[in-house]
């Protein structure tokens, strides 16, 4: 790399400490206020609930739909921030004595990804607090990184750069017009995106930082350890679809029959693959990002193994 691309790398860093600096939040004075989450109001909005593919549901089940899918949300993000963090920090092994701006940007994505953490372990719990009892969420978060940290550092950025750049699209869909929304968890959307931005920034010039290292054979080996990550992501979204209508069918207050009850996993299931997997591979700068690295034939397998989660 020549001088110029270095100093163009750094900026690009830089400006992500420029940013994070500016938007920076808490997440009692932001973000909670000393609200309450009410139960009259969806937690996610419909584009991500998808709540429309609920077809036996009334409308308040519909909203009991997205409530669950909230807390779900919230143990998600802190189940994946749990390795994201832990590989920030083993990439900011590489800067100790380089480039210090790029460390200054690296340590305070951990610093928030912590902060993350912390919120979405608060919303779990606030929500426990108005939600009937018998919610679960049973995946272990140290259990996860451990498995994905054991993938090449190529393959979790990967992985990573889809889940940071969905929370933007979560976002704009927490901003359209819906009375009926909870403001607490649109202000949860807001300030996370506003953060996640940086986060997503980051990743990109890592990803290409640790792909300009590899040679081809270990290339071809890590798009197949992505591969195996997305279908590790799908197996903890199937997992929760199961426990999340589990619970749905013993909370809603009524019988819920035989036929109906596998309709209702798998709309649970559609919603958190749309949610936590696709939402992210069809932004448009994952696909710029992504081709840019690796071959046609590369992402057509890729591809071929994405058209297998619908
Ligand atoms: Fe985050
Ligand atoms: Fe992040």
């Avoid at 380089?98 to 779990?124: C, M, P, T, W, Y």
């Avoid at 506003?194 to 990803?207: M, T, Y």
Wanted: net charge negative; aromatic share 10%.
């Amino acid at each position: 790399m020549n001088a110029i691309d270095k100093i163009a790398i750094s900026n690009r860093y830089e400006r992500t400490i420029e940013t994070s600096k500016r938007v920076r939040w808490d997440i009692e004075k932001d973000v909670i206020r000393a609200r309450r989450f009410d139960t009259t109001h969806k937690f996610l909005p419909d584009g991500l609930s998808l709540v429309d593919g609920f077809t036996t549901l009334s409308s308040d089940e519909k909203r009991f739909v997205s409530q669950i899918q909230g807390r779900t949300y919230a143990n998600i993000f802190g189940l994946v921030e749990r390795f994201i963090n832990a590989k920030v920090l083993e990439l900011s092994h590489d800067h100790w004595f380089g480039d210090q701006v790029a460390l200054e940007a690296l340590v305070r994505f951990s610093n928030e990804e912590l902060k993350h953490q912390a919120l979405f372990r608060r919303i779990d719990a606030m929500i426990d607090d108005v939600l009937p009892g018998g919610y679960r969420f049973d995946i272990d978060p140290n259990g996860v990184a451990r498995a994905v940290l054991g993938k090449s550092t190529w393959a979790v950025l990967g992985l990573t750069l889809d889940i940071e750049l969905f929370t933007q699209l979560h976002y704009r869909q927490s901003i359209d017009p819906d009375a009926e929304l909870s403001e607490l968890f649109k202000d949860v959307f807001l300030y996370h995106w506003r953060e996640e931005s940086q986060h997503a920034i980051i990743d990109e010039l890592e990803w290409v930082r640790v792909d300009a290292a590899l040679t081809m054979e270990q290339r071809d080996r890590a798009v197949d350890e992505l591969i195996e990550l997305v279908a590790a992501v799908d197996g903890i979204v199937q997992a929760q679809a199961k426990a999340d209508a589990t619970y749905f069918a013993a909370a809603c207050g009524r019988a819920v029959g035989e036929a109906e009850a596998p309709m209702i996993e798998a709309a649970f299931l559609k919603a958190y693959r749309w949610q936590y997997i696709h939402s992210g591979v069809q932004h448009p700068q994952f696909g710029k990002v992504l081709s840019s690295l690796i071959t046609e034939k590369q992402g057509q397998r890729i591809q071929a193994a994405l058209a297998t989660l619908q």
